[in-house]
């Protein structure tokens, strides 16, 4: 599988369970949100964009994810929102498609676009890797049965751990979208959360 397939397979909407473990409280917070995830042409008007935006040649772009999210976290306080979207554009640099450049019109870690690396491993698991100023983040993403994702990550700032996620993914089917709709969690909800 190349990592365009992958974002084809993850087409759909998605409910997230989370949990993020804050390594310097020695404390962990649950989540959930509901995600919502589109697979985009190499020739969208969005990936376009954001390829010129990077300064990268649209014409490598092998295609992209439009990727929009609205969750919760245990320790919200009122005026907390974790809820956007944002466009993610692969341009492989193998024939296979397996590796490459990683464009996000918004960041995992900080709300700004930004330029990663992407693999797909041996077990056809998608693995991001981004460097921000002051942090990095490494997520990777695979595949249990059709319906089930999983998702585990790290971010590293200020020269250690500061906190490692895992996410249980479950696709909604028409049954499980009504009543998903029914709950408090109204738009869609990032699985990249981004």
């Not at 976290?73 to 024939?95: C, F, I, K, Q, Y």
């Not at 676009?113 to 921000?132: A, C, H, K, S």
């Not at 585990?152 to 009543?179: M, V, W």
Request: hydrophobic share 40%; proline share 4%.
């Amino acid at each position: 599988m190349d990592a365009m397939e992958f974002f084809r397979r993850s087409a759909g909407r998605w409910q997230s369970q989370r949990t993020t473990h804050h390594l310097a409280f020695r404390r962990s917070e649950a989540g959930e949100s509901e995600i919502a995830v589109d697979t985009l042409r190499a020739d969208a008007p969005q990936v376009v964009e954001l390829c010129k935006l990077h300064g990268i040649d649209p014409a490598g772009a092998a295609g992209a994810t439009l990727v929009s999210w609205q969750g919760r976290m245990g320790w919200d306080r009122e005026e907390e929102n974790h809820s956007g979207a944002t466009v993610m554009v692969l341009v492989p640099d193998d024939a296979g498609g397996r590796t490459g450049q990683l464009l996000r019109e918004r960041g995992y870690a900080e709300v700004a676009p930004v330029v990663g690396r992407y693999f797909m491993d041996d077990e056809d698991g998608l693995n991001l890797i981004t460097e921000y100023e002051t942090m990095s983040v490494v997520e990777r993403f695979w595949f249990i049965t059709p319906d089930l994702r999983l998702r585990a990550s790290t971010l590293k700032r200020f020269g250690g751990f500061s906190t490692a996620t895992y996410c249980t993914e479950t696709r909604l089917t028409d049954e499980a979208e009504q009543a998903a709709d029914a709950s408090p969690i109204r738009q869609p909800v990032s699985l990249w959360s981004w």
